[in-house]
């Protein structure tokens, strides 16, 4: 799984998109939002890892997803 996040603009906010290994779109959420349905995603009882991720990601860049 990969995670990118996508700068937002004026009154877009800041997103983050999760991608799979083909890098097919599986979640798009708010950056600022809390965590909820992680179970969709295989990440549920993760939430603070992937908040710490997030925490450290920088714009635009694709990287591996690894919690």
């Given at each position: ?31 600022d939002r809390p965590l909820k349905d ?19 990601l920088e714009f635009g860049k694709l990287q591996p997803l690894a919690i």
């Open positions: 799984m990969y995670i990118i996040k996508v700068k937002g603009k004026a009154k877009i906010p800041d997103y983050i998109q999760l991608r799979d290994e083909a890098f097919v779109l599986i979640a798009y959420f708010r950056a992680l179970h969709r995603y295989g990440l549920d009882g993760k939430e603070t890892e992937l908040a710490a991720v997030i925490a450290g």
